[in-house]
């Protein structure tokens, strides 16, 4: 196991690096009063829960709430330390922003540059990751089924055998109008259902290439479709992602360094919720 995936050792690296910073930008050091006991009331559960009803025009659930609470704790404890360090001599006593401070120098602090063998072994874990979806180049012929109602079922069924009598026929003289293009290239099943919805960019993948299928379901109403190719999605060699898998390293660094630095952190605090009308799941 590498040494910095040793959160004690992480915890003393990015304390140092913090206090450090702090000399950096004060004369002398604050005079550190440190509470260790973090409350939260029924009246600090009823503000996050208020600030989310009013983003998400909803009450939140249960497990949204723990969600919320405990990151009103988290935040709590962040700001603390923040405070600790002096970082609020330039921001004022915004406590969000300065738990954010302390979240972004800690998360720095962690990172390490990777080895190229690092990368090779981050990218060989997961080469899907990096790999492009698979595409498909097809072609469709619309049928309105709101315009045609009863009857969009059988003109589907005989344009289909028309096509399928006669794959030369052009396509911009049959069905109907729609503001859509009639052939659509190396399209992933996302793209398709962009233009198409859900529905019909499912359908359109578990369809076989060369021959005219359908009719397939869209918002839109009913098309005919023929695959004309496919594209499959093909691991890159790494040289190609190797920048993203570096990104993607750091990330995952920074993830794991703050965890662990924000639990020890946590182990120095007690938490005692007050809220008699909540009561975290798990504890």
């Known amino acids: 196991m590498s040494r910095w995936s ?3 050792v992480l915890f003393f690296v990015l304390g140092g690096a913090l206090v450090g910073l702090h000399h950096l930008v004060r004369e002398e050091p604050p005079v550190l009063r440190r509470q260790t006991e973090i409350v939260v009331t029924d009246a600090d559960v009823a503000w996050v829960a208020q600030v989310f009803e009013k983003t998400w025009q909803r009450a939140p659930t249960a497990e949204e709430l723990d969600r919320l609470v405990e990151r009103r704790v988290r935040d709590e404890i962040l700001f603390r330390e923040a405070r600790a ?3 609020d001599a330039a921001d004022g006593t915004l406590r969000k922003r300065l738990a954010l401070k302390l979240e972004f120098l800690a998360k720095d602090a962690a990172a390490r540059e990777p080895t190229e063998a690092d990368l090779r072994a981050a990218f060989e874990a997961d080469p899907a990751r990096y790999t492009p979806p698979a595409a498909r180049t097809f072609a469709h012929v619309y049928i309105n089924a709101e315009q045609r109602e009863a009857g969009a079922d059988a003109e589907a069924k005989r344009l289909l055998a028309l096509l399928r009598a006669d794959p030369g026929q052009d396509l911009g003289q049959l069905g109907d109008r729609i503001m859509l293009e009639i ?11 962009a233009l198409f919805g859900e529905r019909f960019a499912a359908a359109l993948f578990q369809q076989p290439a060369g021959t005219w299928v359908g009719p397939l379901h869209s918002g839109y109403g009913l ?3 023929f695959v004309r190719e496919d594209v499959p999605g093909v691991v890159p060699p790494f040289e190609a992602v190797a920048a993203r898998v570096r990104d993607d390293v750091l990330q995952a660094q920074r993830t794991r360094g703050f965890d662990a630095y924000l639990e020890l952190l946590r182990s120095k605090y007690e938490v005692r919720i007050e809220a008699e009308g909540w009561r975290g799941a798990g504890r």
């Open 183 to 193: 052939e659509h290239v190396r399209q992933t099943q996302r793209d398709a259902a």
């Open 223 to 225: 098309h005919l479709v």
């Open 85 to 87: 360090l002096g970082l």
């Open 6 to 8: 040793d959160p004690l």
